[in-house]
């Protein structure tokens, strides 16, 4: 079985190798959380003689990482990251040498100066050493220098694994989480997403070449979350789009915070959300939560006879519709396919929508609101033109 290992990055192959060098160190640990090395928000202690001195550093410690392998310099890899010893430990325990090129190594870096110039240097030398496919991977705001925008890149991270680690398991992969490096405020979120997400979490000590290993735990959503959600469905659809509720809500804090009069959903919000949101929305066609998506009098009778799972899906596309008209018709989903139909009217209609494309391929069609035309009426579901 092929493993998907999702690997968070720190900056332990920077500040190993600045130890040697005097006064430089400091210096690192200082520009952390700089979005880039030409940043106005530098600190006000570190100079351009600095940020040159930083950059020259990164150029050797690449230099140097090339010249290295796993055949001939593998002890002193161990040292030069914890990310490598962790990789290191997973390849001799899993015995890869047997699935070179089908592992997937998923790299997820900060949104700074020092992620991007380590996923960049990382990941080419990972696929070459480590004989498998990589990906490197950030999310706006991933760093530590603004709560709020990092509180909303934790949100996209759940967002993605919903996303994409289902399709990697009905592949066939092992869903492995190696939160051996990485920053710990990005480490103990992850912890918390292993737990519905990995078949299996690893780590390995300083003082030990030993994974620790943790299997997958039997953990359910709370009932009580699931409930506040479906009682205030409609402020949870939209928060998870970015929109704000429409009308005036009291949600727990734990899953969503207030900055300023906006609300966003918390890291856990969204864990709970995308957990309850399948079984929620397979139960049945929720009302609209956009006052700008209207369900003519047919709607409703076009659904109530299909598949739980395709109701699913038509509750999805109210969304990326929602997302669409909230948008003054800027952002269209592109699984959506919102298009005017061609030629005559179809029973009054002159839109049509995907509501799912695969299979038995069925469509949406309605009608803008001949009195508000910012408002779309959704008259049926029906067969693909």
């Known amino acids: 079985m092929p493993n998907f290992i999702l690997t968070p990055i720190g900056t332990s192959l920077l500040t190993n190798a600045a130890r040697a060098v005097d006064g430089l160190l400091p210096k690192i640990n200082k520009c952390s959380n700089m979005k880039s090395f030409d940043d106005v928000e530098r600190p006000s202690d570190i100079n351009e003689n600095d940020i040159d001195a930083i950059t020259k550093h990164i150029k050797e410690v690449e230099r140097i ?143 030990s070449d030993e994974l620790l290993s943790l299997p997958k735990l039997p953990i359910d959503i709370d009932k009580e979350a699931r409930q506040i959600i479906e009682n205030n469905l409609a402020a949870f659809r939209r928060l998870s789009k970015e929109l704000q509720p429409e009308s005036a809500v009291t949600l727990p804090e734990t899953l969503v915070q207030e900055f300023e009069g906006h609300f966003i959903l918390t890291a856990w919000g969204s864990i709970v959300w995308e957990k309850a949101k399948s079984k929620i929305y397979q139960r049945q066609v929720w009302p609209s939560p956009c006052k700008k998506v209207r369900y003519g009098n047919g709607f409703e ?67 803008f609101d001949e009195s508000d035309r910012s408002v779309f009426i959704i008259e049926k579901l029906g067969e693909h033109l």
């Open 301 to 367: 009778a076009s659904v109530n006879s299909i598949p739980d799972l395709r109701k699913a899906m038509i509750n999805e596309r109210i969304d990326d519709l929602m997302v669409y008209l909230e948008s003054d018709r800027r952002n269209c989903p592109k699984r959506l396919d919102f298009k005017q139909l061609k030629g005559k009217p179809v029973n009054g209609c002159t839109y049509e929508m995907d509501a799912w494309a695969d299979g038995d391929a069925k469509r949406l069609f309605g009608r």
């Open 65 to 207: 990482l090339n010249d290295r392998t796993l055949l001939n310099n593998l002890d002193q890899l161990k040292k030069d990251s914890a990310e490598f010893r962790s990789l290191i430990a997973l390849k001799r325990r899993s015995r890869w040498e047997s699935q070179d090129g089908q592992n997937f190594i998923q790299l997820i870096h900060t949104d700074t100066w020092f992620g991007k110039e380590l996923s960049r240097i990382l990941k080419p030398w990972i696929t070459r050493e480590f004989k498998c496919n990589s990906d490197a991977l950030s999310f706006s705001g991933l760093r530590t220098s603004n709560i709020e925008t990092f509180q909303e890149s934790l949100s996209n991270i759940v967002k993605w694994c919903s996303e994409a680690l289902p399709g990697y398991k009905e592949s066939g992969y092992r869903i492995i989480f190696n939160l051996t490096g990485g920053f710990k405020s990005i480490q103990g979120f992850l912890q918390t997403l292993a737990m519905f997400y990995a078949d299996e979490t690893v780590y390995i000590f300083e003082t």
